[in-house]
């Protein structure tokens, strides 16, 4: 199932150097880090930020390359330096993107009966197979409203949160994958995403449940324990993402696939794509 977003522009108007000043300082880099690894010297990156210089385009894309700025923030950088944008953002419904839609459909058809799903840089769900629907049993409707946010239904209290076995370590693992993307894009959506989210209050079944011990996962993984009609099923997750590309809508696309972790859930995934419990 696919979910079409509109794209969103998020052009903001500072002046070129600021910007280049404020990507390094969230690299926690000097400007000697930043002209060593740009191979410059630190009197011309000091000129590039304080505006007394201006960056060639190529001049700025090895910057922001230097420092690991997303595709979409480059096209900030070289409109605020008044050149083109040079990375394209497109639908989904694209002509364009049809074989990397395609890609999408076949890795989470592949992946069945295990549940995956696609989301982008938002959190936001694109696309998901058909293994995801039999676990939202219970969910709130106003949570599967599309748009839907994957960490606000898997958090919220009216969403998974009161069936996840292990939802301290679950809720940890989440907020730190969260804190991380936000310290590596300064995304003001995740910003606020991460502040709704961190003021959600723990269900009251999770309050009374005892913790659960997952020392033989503990520095590899963090499962996933949804209790379910099947039973209580464990699955380890993975993170997909297009290798090097070229388009923002791709550059942003992030699939999740979960796995069974033990045979039990094995078994029970398999049962449940067969309509079974």
Do not use: C
């Amino acid at each position: 199932m696919w979910y079409h977003l509109p794209i969103m522009n998020t052009m903001q108007a500072q002046p070129v150097g600021n910007l280049l000043r404020e990507w390094r300082q969230r690299r926690r880099m000097s400007q000697l880090d930043l002209a060593s690894e740009a191979e410059i010297s630190s009197k011309h990156l000091s000129f590039l930020e304080t505006g007394r210089s201006l960056p060639s385009r190529d001049m700025l894309l090895h910057l922001a390359e230097q420092l690991a700025i997303p595709l979409r923030e480059r096209n900030i950088l070289l409109i605020a330096a008044g050149y083109a944008p040079v990375f394209p953002e497109r639908s989904l419904e694209d002509p364009a993107l049809h074989v990397a839609r395609k890609a999408v459909e076949l890795v989470l058809a592949g992946h069945e009966p295990s549940p995956a799903l696609a989301v982008d840089r938002h959190w936001t769900l694109i696309a998901s197979n058909n293994a995801i629907p039999p676990l939202l049993a219970g969910v709130d409707a106003a949570l599967l409203q599309p748009p839907v946010n994957v960490l606000r239904l898997s958090l919220h209290p009216a969403g998974l949160a009161p069936r996840i076995a292990n939802l301290p370590e679950w809720r940890a693992h989440l907020l730190a994958r969260l804190r991380h993307q936000i310290d590596l894009s300064a995304d003001p959506v995740l910003v606020e995403l991460l502040r709704e989210l961190n003021g959600y209050p723990m269900p009251n079944s999770a309050r009374s449940r005892p913790p659960i011990s997952d020392r033989e996962y503990a520095g590899v993984v963090v499962p996933f324990r949804l209790i379910t009609e099947a039973g209580q099923l464990t699955f380890f997750s993975t993170t997909t993402i297009f290798g090097t590309p070229i388009d923002i809508t791709l550059s942003e696309l992030a699939i999740e696939s979960f796995f069974p972790a033990d045979a039990v859930t094995a078994a029970a995934v398999r049962r449940l794509a067969a309509g079974q419990t």
